[in-house]
Structure formats: C-alpha cells, structure tokens
C-alpha cells in the first residue's frame, strides 16, 4: 500500500480514512491505476486503521449478540468511536464547514452514486467505516456517521469492497488525478455538462446524467465487425449528434429509470422520440 511521507500529507488535497477489522484487503485495491499515482503525486493521502486496534479486552472483541435476539453478530459502538474520535474529526455539526465526512458502509444507507461521488471528493477528508458480520450497533448511524451508503441493492460480506469502490471513484475526481480531467465530466452518471471545450471544433457530448456514447477505436474492421462510418467521416457535428443518439438509446434499453431524473433538452426530446419510433 502506498503511504506518503509525513510531508507530503500536509501538501494533499485530500485525506481518506478507512475503518476495518481486515486492513490487509485494501494492499490490492489502493495499490493499482489511478489511486495509486494519486497517492503518488500527493493528491491525495490514503489511511487504513485497524478497529481491533481500538479494543481493549485480551480476545480484541468488535462484536457482539444483539439485544432482543436474531441471527449473526453486531459491531460494537465504543471501538468505532474511539477509532473516529482519535482521528480529530469535527462534530457532527461542523463537518460541513470543515469540508469532511463520516461514511458509515451498509446496505441498509443511500445508493452511492456519480452526484454521491462528486460531492464527497469535494471534502477534504472522508472517513469510511467499514460494516461487517450482521451489521453496526445503530448508535455509529445516528450520532457518529453523517451520511450511510450502500454501492448497489444488494448485500455484501463487509463493507470493504464497497470502500474500495468508493474510493476509486472519488480520487478520480481530484483534480489532477486523471490525466485528462474533462474526460470525467463527460462520463455515464454525470450530471452537468462538459468541460470548456478547448479551441477548434468537438465531436464529444457530455452524458448530462445519462449514459455515455459508445467509444470505437482501431482497427475500423474486427471480424467482420466495422465501426460506423460516421465516426471517420470528419463531421464533428453529425459526430456529435450521432454519439448522443445512440447514448439516449443505450439509456432507454439498459437504465430507462435514468431519462425520468433529467431534465432533456428540446433536441435530445425530438431524438428520442425519433428513437422510440424506431426511426434511428
């Protein structure tokens, strides 16, 4: 795992901490791409805690039955706030102007997305604690953790892999990070439009929270298999206006729930009727 020296931390835009009882199974997701030249370049700084660390007894214990009776174990509160508390994390009601976060992982919290992502990489410092077993003693949720995210509806071991997921996702939005930066604002989930094109003419097409166009590239031919014609044609706009059409088609097949959260231009309406249609 990549960790900066003590100098650099002070020079990162950004400081993610990780809360777990297995810390060995972040040295492969934060080891890798983009998250680990970030880490390099000291965009931003990456933390792994131990919870057992944070237990007292002689066995370490993190868990235990849960009152009122039923199935698995629970996590238990004090050494998830002792862990927390340690890190100099502001209260609950300042965390906003302090630019940080509390991240408690659980299937039961919101559905992280693109507009989730956004808002957490424009904070200084997010902590994520990872749940396990049956779940976290209720108490972290509601006096420790500002916001609960699920990465998808659907129930994972722990809440490692949706961390892991998360801080991806995050990082790559750190300006700096990607290599070029414009190329995630114009990504499936992103809500605002592009960035400032620069000069001459663009055939790319922000998502506008859809999903994105599909991308060819060599060879032109593939078993058979051409990419369109359109895409050598030299027509930026006619590109343009290609790529958007087949983006409101992929989203109308594979996530039709996504065209009733946008609001479509006059355009991307007449496309799409036209796609309905069976016209394109």
Not at 172 to 191: D, K, M, Y
Request: glycine share 10%; hydrophobic share 40%; charged share 30%.
């Amino acid at each position: 795992m990549v960790e900066p020296p003590s100098s650099q931390l002070l020079a990162t835009s950004m400081q993610i901490d990780i809360v777990t009882i297995f810390a060995d199974f972040f040295r492969g997701p934060l080891d890798y791409g983009i998250v680990r030249r970030a880490q390099e370049a000291g965009l931003v700084a990456i933390k792994v805690h131990d919870l057992r660390a944070f237990a007292h007894d002689r066995h370490r214990t993190v868990d235990d039955r849960p009152f009122g009776g039923g199935e698995g174990m629970v996590l238990k509160p004090e050494p998830i706030f002792e862990c927390v508390e340690a890190m100099a994390i502001a209260p609950r009601e300042r965390r906003a102007a302090a630019k940080e976060s509390v991240v408690l992982l659980s299937a039961q919290g919101k559905r992280f997305d693109q507009r989730a992502a956004a808002e957490l990489a424009a904070m200084e410092r997010i902590v994520l604690i990872c749940g396990r077993y049956e779940g976290v003693d209720e108490r972290v949720g509601e006096h420790l953790a500002d916001r609960e995210l699920s990465v998808g509806d659907f129930v994972l071991s722990g809440g490692e892999l949706g961390a892991a997921v998360i801080v991806d996702c995050v990082t790559r939005l750190i300006p700096g990070a990607v290599g070029n930066q414009a190329s995630t604002q114009q990504e499936s989930f992103t809500a605002h439009g592009a960035a400032e094109a620069g000069p001459g003419p663009s055939s790319t097409c922000a998502s506008g929270g859809l999903l994105d166009y599909p991308h060819y590239t060599r060879p032109a031919e593939f078993r058979g298999m051409a990419v369109p014609e359109i895409l050598a044609s030299g027509n930026h706009e006619e590109i343009r206006r290609w790529r958007r059409s087949r983006a409101l088609e992929k989203t109308l097949r594979n996530r039709p729930d996504l065209l009733d959260e946008v609001s479509l231009p006059d355009e991307d309406k007449k496309l799409l009727a036209r796609i309905k249609g069976g016209e394109m």
